[in-house]
């Protein structure tokens, strides 16, 4: 299947994109981001991690119009936030880490209002279809105070694609809700994005990110530190560990052995921490052989995602930022204030 020509390389593009809160009475200026640069391709599953502080949140509202940038440019789906305001908020949905719901609404009224708010015909709409999808569809007519909290997180789901933008933006979607909702969200989203929808995560589930995401980029304090396909990030660490379980008690680590400097936490069990690129496997394995031992059973580990993220975002920026630039709301712009789209 061909793809149009009039489709965007990437769905978001950002460059030297930057967020300063001016200083006032009650606190210190604050850079919040400080020249990141972006690029996620059309059609991805992108992971945006950091800790708290790091400046996500910033981003992700800079992009949704909710918060002025400093300096910098972005783009959603090819449009400038600036230049083409309502194109850009068109083409973008956020799932807010915040339930905010109207507690008099239900569900399907919810729904119609978003979109009715962007302009979506109603022969176009799919409100039901998102809510069968999303397992709301028995609630539609329930106030929305009235639903469970992991149904609460499930609207807000629905409430970000009534409009069917290209680009979905998830800010801690699974946040605090059991196993069966996170796969159920997941699936729906996993379906949407198979039918071309980008989608952007935030998320403290690093094993969740590993697992989804094509490409992972990494920001602290305010700068993008890493950024690279889930594969080469979760390689670059050169770790790897070895565990041995011997068939004999041993009560000291053989001569043969000691060069790799193994730990003997147990009679019958050793653990050997090695650089993959500086020793083979097959070495370590002929010098248990040497010693006269035999393996029992055998098994490795390797760096994963969060032995990344750790040992990143514990290294010390280049220019240290103030804590809780993500809680300011100053100069943050009001929805109420905003152009209604077309």
Same mark, same amino acid.
């Given at each position: +299947?061909?793809?149009?020509? /009039?489709?965007?390389?990437?769905?978001?593009?950002?460059?030297?994109?930057?967020?300063?809160?001016?200083?006032?009475?009650?606190?210190?200026?604050?850079?919040?981001?400080?020249?990141?640069?972006?690029?996620?391709?059309?059609?991805?599953?992108?992971?945006?991690?950091?800790?708290?502080?790091?400046?996500?949140?910033?981003?992700?509202?800079?992009?949704?119009?909710?918060?002025?940038?400093?300096?910098?440019?972005?783009?959603? *789906?090819? @449009?400038?936030? %600036?230049?083409?305001?309502?194109? #850009?908020? #068109?083409?973008?949905? $956020?799932?807010?880490?915040?339930?905010?719901?109207?507690?008099?609404?239900?569900?399907?009224?919810?729904?119609?209002? +978003?979109?009715?708010?962007? &302009?979506?015909?109603?022969?176009?709409?799919?409100?039901?279809?998102?809510?069968?999808?999303? &397992?709301?569809?028995?609630? !539609?007519?329930?106030?929305?105070?009235?639903?469970?909290?992991?149904?609460?997180?499930?609207?807000?789901?629905?409430?970000?694609?009534? @409009?069917?933008?290209?680009?979905?933006?998830?800010?801690?979607?699974?946040?605090?809700?059991?196993?069966?909702?996170? @796969?159920?969200? *997941?699936?729906?989203?996993?379906?949407?994005?198979?039918?071309?929808?980008?989608?952007?995560?935030?998320? @403290?589930?690093?094993?969740?990110?590993?697992?989804?995401?094509?490409?992972?980029?990494?920001?602290?304090?305010?700068?993008?530190?890493?950024?690279?396909?889930?594969?080469?990030? =979760?390689? !670059?660490?050169?770790?790897?560990?070895?565990?041995?379980?011997?068939?004999?008690?041993?009560?000291?680590?053989? #001569?043969?052995?000691?060069?790799? %400097?193994?730990?003997?936490?147990?009679?019958?069990?050793?653990? $050997?921490?090695?650089?993959?690129?500086?020793?083979?496997?097959?070495?370590?394995?002929?010098?248990?052989?040497?010693?006269?031992? =035999?393996?029992? %059973?055998?098994?490795?580990?390797?760096?994963?995602?969060?032995?990344?993220?750790?040992?990143?975002?514990?290294?010390?920026?280049? #220019?240290?930022?103030?804590? &809780?630039?993500? /809680?300011?709301?100053?100069?943050?712009?009001?929805?109420?204030?905003?152009?209604?789209?077309?």
């Amino acid at each position: +299947m061909s793809v149009p020509s /009039d489709l965007p390389e990437f769905a978001v593009e950002v460059e030297g994109l930057t967020k300063v809160y001016r200083r006032t009475r009650a606190a210190p200026e604050v850079r919040a981001l400080g020249g990141v640069d972006l690029k996620i391709p059309r059609g991805a599953v992108y992971g945006l991690l950091g800790p708290n502080g790091a400046g996500k949140s910033t981003l992700i509202n800079i992009l949704a119009g909710l918060v002025l940038k400093s300096a910098g440019t972005a783009r959603i *789906w090819g @449009h400038d936030i %600036d230049r083409e305001t309502r194109a #850009a908020r #068109a083409a973008i949905g $956020v799932v807010p880490q915040e339930i905010n719901l109207d507690a008099f609404f239900t569900p399907f009224e919810i729904m119609e209002l +978003m979109a009715g708010l962007y &302009g979506v015909p109603r022969a176009e709409r799919r409100t039901m279809e998102i809510l069968d999808a999303l &397992g709301l569809a028995d609630k !539609r007519n329930a106030y929305a105070r009235s639903l469970s909290g992991g149904m609460r997180r499930r609207l807000l789901v629905a409430k970000a694609l009534a @409009h069917s933008p290209p680009v979905v933006v998830l800010d801690e979607p699974t946040a605090g809700v059991d196993v069966e909702l996170r @796969h159920q969200i *997941w699936s729906y989203m996993s379906e949407l994005n198979r039918r071309g929808t980008t989608i952007l995560l935030t998320t @403290h589930y690093l094993e969740e990110a590993e697992e989804l995401c094509d490409t992972i980029a990494i920001i602290h304090r305010g700068r993008v530190v890493a950024c690279a396909p889930t594969p080469e990030l =979760t390689g !670059r660490l050169d770790r790897k560990e070895l565990v041995l379980t011997l068939t004999r008690d041993i009560d000291s680590v053989p #001569a043969q052995l000691v060069r790799y %400097d193994p730990a003997l936490t147990s009679p019958r069990r050793l653990v $050997v921490r090695y650089r993959p690129s500086q020793v083979r496997m097959d070495e370590i394995l002929a010098a248990v052989r040497d010693a006269g031992l =035999t393996i029992a %059973d055998l098994s490795t580990e390797e760096a994963d995602l969060e032995d990344i993220f750790l040992a990143l975002t514990q290294e010390e920026a280049p #220019a240290p930022l103030h804590p &809780g630039e993500e /809680d300011r709301e100053a100069e943050t712009v009001s929805l109420f204030r905003s152009k209604p789209l077309p």
